[in-house]
């Protein structure tokens, strides 16, 4: 199996953390490893770096390649500019299945979270028996809570079973629900979480996007034999469409397949999102790095910097350090941080973006 | 007339700006220079540098002719451990008047603000003439609100008039009230707030020293000659007695008056007053540095270290960014500031102290 990490992100919701030329990927949101080089390492026992491949922004190539030096050279595929989801899936397939034309690849987000890594690779393994029959198998996670920040993916008909899990046709992807509905989807056991992670057979992906999005297809699969020279990939790539692989293929595919599993995921969406992933004290305080609670209940205090950060009397904010800026919001607030973003470009701080 | 200026103020309420080594009198918060100098600045046209003396802790001795460079050699007295304020008082009124016994002396917290700085020029300028004659003149805030938080003192009798204000005699001095009282205060006009600024002769205050607190003016008198020399000071220092000025004497002499003033006097008591001596935003928000509020109100932020603060969608808090720590909390919680301290003690964070 090969791997290839989508790493194109440039999100504003880690402010004052995230910045144009350090995105989410790259930080160590969780006190570890920058989340990048922590999905690698998750999927090292299962693929070896030789492998993988990165797909990111072409600002942030050089980062990515200091971030995993175990990458062999070339490894990294510099996109010359944003063009969603099914324009890098293409340009992987395209890359992996020029050399090993019926290979399997997994496509994996560079910046979520998994807290059973050992159950992530037996789902990678069980998605490669359907995905070498011909599916493009999608991981399809278990819902432990009504969340209406994720897109849903309805499970069909039992397909066939796979290392004791069961793989299910796709009715439909579903867009984020409103409360009553993901209620009513975690009450079904029929609807999974859309957590953007494949496996499929490089010939199976590249036909079906030649079939379904060939203004995506066509410019990339014509300079398949190229797509090393900058120059070639910059040429094509001016001529690629942007849109998702979910919208572009996997929603008008007829060989869509999903598994369900079960491995702690969580996108980690927003500062709000750590208290999924990381243990918080006895008051619910999630506390990383030189951090304080003083009689305060339900924070998310983020003091990376190596400076203390001390919350006193406070409940339910989110308190962030990075070094060189300090926000503070309430926790059901952070889906605003982008306005702080737009705020600061309004008035010219590039230094701060 | 003579001024000194009591700096021997260590509190905890302003962490993480203030620390051992740099307590709120040295601080700039308010955005302008150290208290303290603001203090001398504010007093410069009516009191010259050379007539000026500041009394601190031994250990900001240093640190405050820094803060001061016009201060001529000699004139910060360092006390050799804090002895509260009759201490200070008295030994302000013995190095004045041992060499010129009947001098103006008043006497000024290092720590306060002033909204009218002419006007309380003005006010010491009144209380001059009932000290000529006697008296020992207290200003007596004139309450703009029912603050549970200071001290009062009950006006009595009309003594005399001077420059316009009327001088009365001391009723009593009254401990901080609860909010009934305080409103009944603020409603009868008779009850002030004690700002601890007091104006007297210096033979008038050594007297009443003499005879309420020997266990003070005793030893500072007998080494009245040699109180340059750190070692005599030391010697009679030890056998001082630590009691304030209000309770030792104020409270005990027939020579007490108090001048009913008004010129925009806070305490700055902790870092929720700011909103009394700083411009708030339309929303209420009072900050300092690089600070931002968005969609926010009644915060008060305080990023005088350089570095931009970003609040976003909170009500009511304080967050201060010394630089080297962070602090959030309620505006309602500023008095347990000092529990922060006490836990950095407890864990030996000296670094932070």
Redesign the interface.
């Known amino acids: 199996m090969y791997a290839a990490i989508l790493a194109g992100g440039s999100g504003t919701r880690f402010w004052?953390l995230s910045r144009k030329a350090r995105p989410k990927q790259m930080l160590r949101l969780l006190g570890g490893a920058p989340m990048l080089r922590e999905t690698m390492l998750r999927l090292a026992p299962a693929v070896a770096p030789e492998r993988c491949l990165v797909v990111c922004g072409a600002r942030h190539a050089r980062e990515v390649a200091k971030i995993l030096p175990e990458l062999p050279p070339g490894r990294v595929l510099a996109e010359p500019t944003p063009k969603n989801t099914a324009a890098a899936v293409a340009l992987a397939a395209i890359r992996i299945g020029h050399h090993d034309p019926r290979a399997l690849v997994a496509i994996l987000p560079a910046d979520h979270h998994v807290g059973n890594p050992a159950g992530f690779r037996a789902a990678l393994s069980a998605a490669s028996k359907p995905a070498k029959e011909g599916y493009l198998v999608t991981l399809g996670i278990t819902p432990s809570r009504p969340e209406t920040g994720y897109g849903y993916i309805a499970a069909g008909d039992a397909l066939a079973m796979a290392d004791g899990h069961e793989v299910r046709a796709v009715s439909a992807f579903v867009e984020k629900p409103d409360r009553a509905r993901a209620e009513a989807y975690v009450a079904d056991g029929s609807h999974l979480w859309n957590a953007g992670i494949f496996v499929f057979r490089a010939d199976v992906m590249r036909g079906e996007l030649a079939r379904h999005l060939p203004g995506v297809s066509d410019p990339l699969e014509a300079a398949a034999a190229r797509l090393d020279d900058p120059a070639a990939l910059a040429e094509a790539w001016s001529k690629v469409d942007a849109i998702s692989i979910d919208h572009g293929v996997m929603e008008r595919t007829n060989r869509a397949a999903v598994l369900p599993v079960d491995f702690g995921w969580s996108d980690v969406g927003s500062f709000a999102s750590l208290p999924e992933v990381l243990e918080a004290d006895e008051s619910g305080n999630v506390l990383v790095g030189d951090a304080?609670a003083?009689?305060a209940a339900g924070n998310v205090v983020h003091?990376a910097s190596g400076?203390?950060?001390?919350?006193?009397?406070?409940r339910d904010?989110v308190?962030v350090?990075a070094g060189?800026?300090?926000?503070?919001?309430?926790k059901d607030?952070c889906q605003?941080?982008r306005?702080?973003v737009e705020?600061l470009e309004a008035e010219g701080?590039d230094d701060?973006l």
């Open positions: 004052p304080k003083l009689d003091a400076r203390p950060v001390v919350v006193l009397g406070a904010l308190v350090d060189d800026a300090v926000l503070v919001c309430p607030r605003d941080i306005r702080v705020a701080r701060l």
